[in-house]
């Protein structure tokens, strides 16, 4: 079964950036995170977005459609990333939530939906 | 082995492991792997058991190794409905006599992992309490909807998008590896089930009357507090149930009238009640890892002596509400302070608490503190806002006299 974690941080606590102390701390998390997934065989797939002020967002309205500036939802976290990993129940899934080094933010976990007859 | 034990012993594997041909490769592996087995560790007491164990084992196992399949789905789907079908009904007990003696056991594993499936984080607590009730404790949806004052379609829909979810997502059906927290989870949702049967205003109506709850909870309790003897917050929520049921004759008059604590015909209270929790709570203080449950049996306990120590009391308040604080803890503990210091003292304490104009007990408290230091107006005043806020038929009849009392006290109204 598949989940995605979608990773939510708040950016009133901002992660370090290059350069910042603690970076490399910081970095050296997320890479040992990625490598556990992948030892574990579970990782499918992963990436980190741009920060929240990067977002555009297409608006559907019965066929007509808006570009505006911003994400679809503003919420007091920001989504930063996501991953894909495909582990047998979803207390497989909490349990890999629970290691995500997101620091001070919110890990959404959604089974993804099965499509045919082996996913 | 007798062959017609094998033929028993596939019956059962059925339901459990979800279809005859897993059952039979299940039974199978069983067989194969019990001669090396015993030869190391001895033949055990009970070989059919020990057979079903492992063949039920590799069953569950098997249904798990199918992860990526749409038949796991479906397996698991049955696991849960055969777990589900197992749990006897309300009124029905286990028949001790009956042959079948492991599969007792193994309903008993069942129901477990049943409650803690139900008690699980991802769902929302009123999924989590109507879940339980409704897959663990056997009521119908009606009952559950009749003992909660709602529509019996709101709890239908509780249950329906619970279950959507436990499939959808695929929260197992296993002995978690967070076992204490989620059994915690499972002693809030008991303790508010019993709560709820024993002490709240809801269950008077419907078909399932509030001992019928508050015994349900128990049951529940007790199955649980059995398997999980390691977690002794269950134990305590145990003890905490036994002993206030224990005083179920006494705490209503012929009339129906709430009779408080101190005033209860202590004879009336059941023994064997008292010394089970007793030994319930005895049981889980020796795991040495105290928690708010445990607390409340301790002062639950307390008053089943011949002579309260409040003071004792007060101190156990002083813990809880380290553990757990709270308005109502403050409530609770102030009561006892002014049963230990005078109503003065006690009344100091309640009129500074906030947070609970809106609460019964607290202007109950109130009135029976302001009437004790001879304020009869001010207590007629609190006891007419206790009354106002009270809706639980027993508890109405003893706040509307002590209105009437301290009205009378009071004296007429003067124009």
Redesign the interface.
């Known amino acids: 079964m598949k989940y995605l974690l979608i990773i939510a941080a708040d950016p009133a606590i901002p992660s370090p950036e290059p350069g910042d102390e603690g970076f490399e701390e910081y970095m050296k998390a997320w890479f040992a995170y990625d490598h556990d997934l992948s030892q574990a065989g579970v990782l499918v797939g992963g990436e980190a977005l741009q920060p929240v002020e990067t977002a555009t967002t297409v608006r559907h309205d019965g066929g007509a459609t808006t570009v505006v500036d911003g994400p679809f939802v503003e919420l007091k976290e920001h989504l930063g990333g996501y991953y894909l990993i495909d582990v047998d129940t979803l207390d497989d899934a909490i349990a890999w939530a629970r290691k995500v080094p997101v620091g001070t933010g919110a890990i959404e976990v959604r089974p993804i939906m099965p499509m045919g007859p082996d996913s | 082995m007798a062959r017609e034990e094998g033929g028993r012993l596939l019956a059962l594997l059925v339901d459990r492991v979800g279809g005859l041909d897993r059952a039979q490769d299940c039974l199978q592996e069983a067989y194969a792997r019990a001669p090396s087995a015993w030869a190391r560790a001895g033949v055990p007491d009970d070989p059919t058991a020990w057979v079903y164990t492992v063949a039920r084992n590799a069953g569950i196992d098997a249904v798990?190794r199918e992860?990526?399949?749409?038949r796991r789905?479906a397996a698991q789907a049955r696991i849960l409905d055969a777990g589900v079908a197992a749990v006897p009904g309300p009124g029905e007990h286990a028949d001790e006599g009956d042959p079948r003696i492991v599969e007792h056991a193994e309903v008993g594993d069942e129901r477990l992992r049943l409650m803690l499936l139900c008690c699980?984080p991802?769902l929302a607590r009123d999924a989590q309490v109507a879940l339980t009730l409704r897959l663990a404790g056997g009521l119908t949806t009606a009952e559950i909807a009749a003992a909660y004052l709602v529509p019996e379609a709101t709890v239908a829909q509780r249950i329906v998008r619970a279950k959507r979810k436990i499939r959808?997502?695929?929260?197992?059906l296993?002995i978690?590896?967070d076992l204490t927290e989620r059994s915690v989870a499972l002693a809030t949702v008991l303790g508010m089930v019993f709560n709820e049967g024993y002490l709240a205003h809801t269950a008077a109506a419907g078909t399932l009357t509030r001992a019928e709850l508050a015994d349900q909870a128990i049951r529940l309790t007790a199955t649980a507090a059995d398997a999980l003897p390691m977690e002794p917050e269950l134990g305590g929520l145990l003890a905490l149930e036994l002993f206030h049921r224990s005083r179920e004759a006494a705490r209503t008059d012929a009339d129906g009238v709430l009779v408080r604590l101190a005033e209860q015909d202590r004879s009336r209270w059941d023994r064997t009640l008292v010394s089970r929790g007793f030994a319930a709570l005895s049981l889980a203080l020796a795991q040495r890892r105290l928690g708010p449950w445990q607390v409340q049996a301790l002062i639950a306990a307390e008053h089943t002596r011949g002579r309260t120590d409040w003071a004792r009391i007060v101190r156990h308040y002083d813990l809880l509400r380290s553990m757990t604080p709270g308005p109502v803890v403050e409530l609770n503990r102030a009561v006892a302070v002014s049963e230990a210091d005078g109503p003065e003292a006690g009344l100091a304490v309640v009129d500074g608490i906030t947070g609970l104009e809106d609460y019964h007990l607290f202007h109950a408290a109130r009135g029976h503190l302001l009437a004790r230091t001879s304020r009869a107006s001010e207590a007629a005043a609190a006891w007419r806002r206790a009354a106002a806020l009270t809706h639980n038929p027993s508890e109405a009849a003893f706040v509307a006299a002590r209105v009437a009392d301290a009205e009378a006290y009071e004296g007429p109204p003067r124009p």
């Open positions: 798990r992860a990526s399949s749409a789905l699980h991802a959808a997502a695929r929260i197992p296993t978690p590896a």
